[in-house]
């Protein structure tokens, strides 16, 4: 059970703006030491370098249904894992890591030759957010989708478009892809700041300049405003889920990698709980659903793979769904489970990938960006899939 007045102390802290302090305070929390007095010093280790032997984006995928028809879920961690969660101090979203020291990726692995990866900046009285967006290098007949895609925490437009390789999807699939920036300033980590509730609102914070730079895009370029979606890791996938519960009205779909559902916290001391055993989601009856698509390793020691089914409960709350388990494996690489729920008119409501002894990174990606794990089903390509079998309704 946690410590009452160790969580006040963490809240009293981050209410005055000692992240660190508070950080350290609830880190010393969880390893059950009883001594009040918070750390002088914030854990600053840089987790080791996720690059696993490179694999072909487009590897061959086996796969064989299930005769399985049982909810969703996750395989539980060890209890060791659980009860300790030693990867907590690496969370990609609470101020407590220091910079990447990795070089920065190279042009090539950005985007396809011939493509455009240009720099603008969308500002409003909430404030403003520089982004970069892959522009197709074909001439577009008519409006073109566009995938919004949220980077993780310390990571960068450059960093996780290498990362996810999503340009280069883009180019095959002739969309705009545009990637938000959360700069230093606004979070230390370069984290969105999923947990505050504050920045979970439609009309305020975060939500609304990400949305900003959404629309500027859709008004500037020929896009289609039905085809219009939002993705993202960690934090960012997180961030997403904010976008999908609070804009259901301007993304016809959204991918959360590694993520938490909306609301799952609304506080440090919260963010803490939530990532450590998964956090409840924001009650959204009432609200239209956004058909979601969700990966989570199920040896995530960053983001419990609880929260996970967090998401999907949120975004799959239509009666009469149909459930369809699906076991496949990539050659080489990790094994997982493909669990889609689709309504009576075969609608695919949502689709979760656990990711078997995967952890905290993008599965599929490419070691030229960071937090990618190449020996996992390719991310970047089942969500561009199952977001362009979606729209908006006229």
């Not at 493509?115 to 074909?138: C, D, H, M, Q, W």
Request: proline share 8%; charged share 20%.
């Amino acid at each position: 059970m946690l410590n009452q007045n160790m969580v006040a102390e963490a809240t009293r802290l981050t209410r005055a703006g000692q992240l660190a302090e508070a950080t350290a305070l609830l880190q010393r929390m969880l390893r059950g030491e009883a001594d009040p007095a918070p750390s002088s010093s914030t854990a600053r280790a840089m987790p080791a370098s996720l690059e696993p032997p490179t694999i072909d984006v487009k590897a061959n995928v086996v796969e064989k249904e299930s005769r399985r028809t049982t909810r969703v879920s996750s395989a539980p961690l060890p209890r060791k894992s659980v009860a300790r969660f030693e990867g907590l101090k690496n969370f990609p979203g609470l101020n407590l890591r220091a910079p990447m020291t990795r070089a920065p990726p190279d042009t090539t692995d950005i985007a396809p030759e011939g493509t455009r990866f240009i720099a603008g900046t969308f500002r409003s009285a909430e404030g403003s957010r520089n982004y970069k967006l892959f522009v197709p290098s074909r001439s577009p007949e008519k409006p073109l989708p566009l995938v919004v895609m949220l980077h993780g925490c310390t990571q960068s437009p450059d960093d996780f478009a290498a990362g996810t390789r999503m340009n280069f999807l883009g180019e095959e699939r002739n969309c705009f892809v545009v990637y938000p920036e959360q700069p230093s300033g606004a979070n230390q980590s370069k984290c969105w700041n999923w947990f505050r509730s504050g920045d979970q609102q439609r009309d305020g914070g975060e939500p609304s300049l990400i949305a900003g730079t959404t629309r500027q895009v859709v008004r500037d370029y020929p896009i289609d405003p039905k085809r219009v979606y939002v993705a993202g890791l960690s934090a960012g996938g997180a961030a997403a889920a904010i976008m999908a519960a609070t804009h259901a009205d301007l993304y016809a779909a959204v991918g959360i990698h590694s993520g938490l559902a909306c609301g799952a916290a609304s506080d440090l001391p919260s963010a803490f709980v939530a990532m450590r055993q998964g956090g409840a989601s924001r009650n959204m009856d009432g609200a239209p659903l956004v058909p979601t698509i969700v990966f989570h390793g199920d040896r995530d020691t960053t983001v419990h793979p609880n929260n996970a089914e967090q998401v999907v409960e949120q975004s799959a709350k239509a009666v009469g769904l149909k459930a369809k388990v699906i076991d496949g494996n990539v050659p080489h690489g990790h094994a997982y489970t493909r669990t889609l729920l689709t309504d009576a008119r075969g609608r695919a409501v949502s689709e979760r990938w656990n990711v078997r002894g995967a952890g905290h990174a993008w599965s599929g990606g490419s070691p030229a960006g960071s937090y990618t794990d190449s020996r996992g089903p390719d991310a970047t390509r089942e969500m561009l899939r199952f977001f362009l079998e979606h729209s908006l309704p006229d």
